[in-house]
Antibody, heavy 119, light 108 residues
Framework: QVQLQESGPGLVKPSQTLSLTCTVS??????????LNWFRQPAGKELEWIGR???????RYNPSLASRVTMSIHTSENQFSLKLNSVTAADTAVYYC???????????WGQGTLVTVSS | EIVLTQSPGTLSLSPGERATLSCRAS???????LAWFQQKPGQAPRLLIY???SRAAGIPDRFSGSGSGTDFTLTISRLEPADFAVYYC?????????FGQGTRLEIK
């Protein structure tokens, strides 16, 4: 069974860069036609799609965040990562990673990790 | 970007009753790629329904989805205590993927 697990600092200072990693276990990250996604959810609010990276390395981001987001794939570690720069308190949220094939539904999610932006 | 609007914001019902949750899209996105998720506090979203009306693996048949065009519905036929949670609809065809703002289903 495929499992995803987010990891990274739980506290980031304003103006700095948020960096998270999603580790995939139970399957090779480079096999199959998969899209590796990041979502976030501020407390009490709905989920927001941040972007995705394909196993071929091509990425697409939510236009609302595109100027600050970079996603990468790390095949040898079976991981993919998210960097969000110039963070503010508005970036405080639970961040989730998720994996799916193109036009398949999102049925594989990590458990989420809380990132707080505060000095 | 497709905007999804859910109603009602909060639904108060008793166990055994029927719940009807609505999701309206800002435009007809011309595809069946509409899903419903259940989320409980501290947990990741759980896929219930995909492609408008297909149940995900392990989801009981008390949950059903329907709709077309811009109007979609999640129905829970007989509420059980574990069903009280927040429900989100999601459009998942072309980016950006978007969610509704959620319907909170609470015990009356």
């Amino acid at each position: 069974q495929v499992q995803l697990q987010e990891s990274g600092p739980g506290l980031v200072k304003p103006s700095q860069t948020l960096s998270l990693t999603c580790t995939v276990s139970g399957a090779s990250i480079s096999s199959g036609n998969y899209y590796l996604n990041w979502f976030r959810q501020p407390a009490g609010k709905e989920l927001e799609w941040i972007g995705r990276i394909h196993t071929d390395g091509s990425a697409r981001y939510n236009p609302s965040l595109a100027s600050r987001v970079t996603m990468s794939i790390h095949t040898s570690e079976n991981q993919f990562s998210l960097k969000l720069n110039s963070v503010t308190a508005a970036d405080t949220a639970v961040y989730y990673c998720a994996r799916r094939k193109y036009l398949d539904p999102f049925d594989q999610w990590g458990q989420g990790t809380l990132v707080t932006v505060s000095s | 970007e497709i905007v999804l609007t859910q109603s009602p914001g909060t639904l108060s019902l008793s166990p055994g009753e029927r719940a009807t949750l609505s999701c309206r899209a800002s435009q007809d996105f011309g595809s069946p790629y509409l899903a419903w998720f259940q989320q409980k506090p501290g947990q990741a979203p759980r896929l219930l329904i995909y492609d408008i009306s297909s149940r995900a693996a392990g989801i009981p048949d008390r949950f059903s989805g329907s709709g077309s065009g811009t109007d979609f519905t999640l129905t829970i036929s007989r509420l059980e205590p574990a069903d009280f949670a927040v429900y989100y609809c999601q459009h998942y065809s072309s980016p950006p993927i978007t969610f509704g703002q959620g319907t909170r289903l609470e015990i009356k």
